[in-house]
């Protein structure tokens, strides 16, 4: 699947992105941003994700999702997105 497909996918809601991820996504956002309308290539930071609010996302779906995610990735910007932090819970979780 293409990124531009995997954005599409995302975007509508499709079963490719897993409804807690997105739940805790949402709780992450501001107040006024969280019924915000966003895709796979949403930078974080663009739809309201701070610094601390990363954290405690990153908390919450390692918890969920039960996996633990390597510094290495997040230095690397593949959490930069949102699908890309999708694709790396989704990877870890495979695993």
């Known amino acids: 699947m293409t990124e531009d497909q ?3 996918v995302l975007s ?4 490719r992105w897993d409804p807690a991820f997105e739940k805790h996504l949402r709780s992450a956002l501001p107040p006024r941003t969280r ?3 966003f895709d796979a290539a949403a930078e974080l930071k663009s739809v ?3 610094s601390l609010a990363l954290v405690h996302l990153l908390i919450a779906l390692e ?6 995610i390597p510094d290495r ?3 690397d910007g593949s959490c930069d997105t949102v ?4 694709q790396v819970i989704d ?3 495979q695993r």
């Open 6 to 8: 995997n954005a599409a």
């Open 12 to 15: 509508t809601g499709n079963s």
């Open 35 to 37: 019924d915000t309308t």
């Open 48 to 50: 309201g994700v701070d």
């Open 63 to 68: 918890e969920e999702f039960e996996v633990a």
């Open 73 to 75: 990735i997040l230095v």
């Open 83 to 86: 699908g890309g932090l999708w």
């Open 91 to 93: 990877g870890l979780r």
